[in-house]
């Protein structure tokens, strides 16, 4: 983990006095130690139940404050600050929410959100991957592994999403719609990673990176090629091979329901 420069642990130092914070850890590519030295300090702040964001407005730092459930309910709330140079992001953490969520991926099932700047969808089972990958700094948090049902029910979801939007993939080929197509390959794509990656037991945190641990960046080349609209039906067939995708799962997976 990247180590603690002295305005991020003052920060934390402030976090950790707020009350009904249970937790507080670093999460992230910090966490992973796959970072940049610009990149964002992802700070977790874990309560049970509930929490009042007026403290975190009052430790008045540069940026934005986002109430819990602004974000939605797996992304919740938290904070976008500068802080003398430093990007934090307050990520604030039901325990209720998370336990909840933990306990339906130890059983196989889960959800998916549309979330902004998300190409195929947020699973729930993201908060389990939060604990096991972030650095625990304050309190006591569960570090689940990756459930063996979770590894054949999350796979079958996925690659019904990748099959399904290759479908239309061709469907927008045959209209030429160049910026549809390369859409629907690219969440393709990235749903089949998601799909290899749960079959494997590996936590995803978010989308970054995501083709290249599936061994997918071949999707990059196709879809860097860029060809011309009465090409676009070669680029889809080229993903369906490096995919290895060429029919659709048959039925939808009846333990996972997608959402929003």
């Given at each position: 983990?990247?180590?603690?420069?002295?305005?991020?642990?003052?920060?934390?130092?402030?976090?950790?006095?707020?009350?009904?914070?249970?937790?507080?850890?670093?999460?992230?590519?910090?966490?992973?130690g796959t970072n940049l030295p610009t990149s964002d300090w992802d700070i977790g702040l874990y309560y049970r139940t509930a929490f009042s964001v007026d403290q975190l407005?009052?430790?008045?730092?540069?940026?934005?404050?986002?109430?819990?459930?602004?974000?939605?309910?797996?992304?919740?709330?938290?904070?976008?600050?500068?802080?003398?140079?430093?990007?934090?992001?307050v990520l604030l953490r039901d325990l209720d929410i998370v336990d909840h969520w933990t306990a339906e991926a130890e059983s196989g099932r889960f959800e998916v959100d549309?979330?902004?700047?998300?190409?195929?969808?947020?699973?729930?089972?993201?908060?389990?991957?939060?604990?096991?990958?972030?650095?625990?700094?304050?309190?006591?948090?569960?570090?689940?592994?990756?459930?063996?049902?979770?590894?054949?029910?999350?796979?079958?979801?996925?690659?019904?999403?990748?099959?399904?939007?290759?479908?239309?993939?061709?469907?927008?080929?045959?209209?030429?719609?160049?910026?549809?197509?390369?859409?629907?390959?690219?969440?393709?794509?990235?749903?089949?990673?998601?799909?290899?990656?749960?079959?494997?037991?590996?936590?995803?945190?978010?989308?970054?990176?995501?083709?290249?641990?599936?061994?997918?960046?071949?999707?990059?080349?196709?879809?860097?090629?860029?060809?011309?609209?009465g090409d676009l039906s070669l680029a889809v067939e080229s993903t369906r091979r490096i995919l290895n995708l060429f029919r659709p799962p048959p039925g939808f997976p009846?333990?996972?329901?997608?959402?929003?």
């Open positions: 983990m990247s180590a603690l420069d002295s305005v991020v642990s003052r920060v934390i130092d402030s976090l950790t006095g707020l009350e009904g914070v249970v937790a507080v850890t670093i999460g992230g590519s910090r966490s992973l407005r009052g430790l008045g730092h540069a940026g934005k404050v986002v109430a819990p459930g602004d974000w939605g309910r797996i992304m919740n709330g938290g904070a976008w600050w500068t802080v003398e140079g430093r990007k934090i992001d549309n979330v902004h700047g998300y190409l195929a969808g947020l699973p729930t089972y993201s908060l389990s991957a939060e604990l096991a990958l972030g650095k625990v700094l304050v309190g006591d948090l569960a570090r689940p592994g990756f459930p063996n049902v979770l590894k054949e029910s999350a796979p079958n979801y996925w690659s019904y999403v990748a099959a399904f939007s290759l479908l239309y993939a061709d469907r927008h080929a045959a209209s030429s719609e160049v910026s549809n197509c390369f859409g629907a390959i690219a969440k393709a794509a990235v749903a089949e990673a998601n799909s290899r990656l749960a079959g494997q037991g590996e936590w995803v945190l978010n989308e970054k990176g995501i083709l290249g641990r599936a061994g997918l960046q071949q999707v990059d080349a196709v879809l860097s090629e860029a060809p011309s609209p009846p333990d996972a329901i997608v959402r929003r």
